[in-house]
């Protein structure tokens, strides 16, 4: 049972995930928590449910911020947005937990096993098409206010047989944009903006401002889509054991200004892509509202 003493608990409906869902297998498994797939028994429907045990404060404080950016922009099922189903306090494995149930979308892929399959060779209408809807499903986070701070291509499902099936998911590292939590920097180490980076260490702070938040989106999209393609506008960064060692990466990260250009042999992806990655805040937001798919 649920834990109704404790006030964290009380504030949600309560799952029985017995009764109501059928659990077949586990998606996945994270820092945060697990992913199970389960038929929900009034409809029949797959679902995909993220299940967070929730043990301090400190789990509670970071599930209270992930749940206000889900349902800011998963109010309406949207096209590039898993669709949040419902949420609640519920019990797996003898531990409470917090249930975040999701639609489920079969044959998908994350974006990176998309690109390993395809051996990073993607055509200009591949890339098109992508870009297209990954801006698009950005400029719709950003609408409602809300900054996704960890997009990358374990973040983004791609139903290859569906057509339109490109969505974000994994909001917990988000924030919404009015909160104390909007001011800090966040995010995948090689999916941080080098200029912000610079900023943040010559002033010895992790604030940062919500336009500086929405360019770091921009600029992790723009990364997500190097990384599809097998590259790293600052692969100097990650020379040798760089990555493993974090005070090695970041002082190479500080020695490093200038992003390398995209190897593509389409120059106008190159420039629309590079342009995202490029350096200053006002730069690649600009560039991001520049970008028109006709």
């Not at 010895?204 to 929405?214: A, K, P, Y």
């Not at 921009?218 to 040798?240: C, E, K, N, R």
Request: net charge neutral; glycine share 6%.
């Amino acid at each position: 049972m649920i834990k109704r003493s404790d006030s964290f608990f009380k504030k949600w409906k309560e799952i029985d995930l017995e009764t109501n869902y059928n659990i077949e297998k586990i998606l996945g498994k994270g820092i945060f928590g697990t992913v199970v797939l389960a038929k929900q028994l009034t409809t029949d429907k797959m679902r995909a449910i993220k299940l967070i045990p929730v043990t301090d404060k400190s789990e509670k404080s970071l599930l209270t911020k992930e749940l206000a950016a889900w349902k800011r922009v998963s109010s309406h099922c949207n096209e590039r947005i898993v669709c949040l189903c419902e949420y609640g306090v519920t019990m797996y494995k003898g531990i409470s937990h917090f249930a975040l149930v999701m639609e489920y979308i079969p044959d998908s892929l994350e974006l990176a096993q998309y690109a390993e399959e395809m051996d990073f060779d993607l055509s200009t209408s591949q890339i098109e098409y992508l870009l297209r809807n990954l801006v698009q499903g950005l400029r719709y986070i950003h609408k409602q206010g809300v900054f996704h701070r960890d997009i990358k291509p374990d973040n983004i499902l791609i139903s290859p047989a569906k057509k339109g099936g490109i969505k974000y998911i994994d909001f917990g590292l988000s924030c919404v944009k009015e909160t104390e939590e909007c001011q800090i920097i966040s995010g995948t180490s090689n999916y941080i903006p080098i200029d912000i980076i610079k900023r943040a260490t010559y002033l010895e702070t992790d604030r940062i401002t919500s336009d500086e938040l929405r360019s770091a989106d921009i600029y992790a999209l723009g990364v997500t889509m190097y990384m599809i393609l097998g590259q790293h506008p600052y692969i100097d960064a990650f020379v040798g054991d760089a990555i493993k060692d974090k005070e090695k990466f970041w002082g190479n990260i500080l020695r490093i200004w200038t992003p390398l250009k995209l190897r593509y042999p389409d120059e106008e992806i190159v420039d629309m892509i590079s342009s995202l990655v490029q350096n200053g805040v006002d730069a690649r937001i600009k560039a991001f509202n520049k970008i028109r798919f006709t």
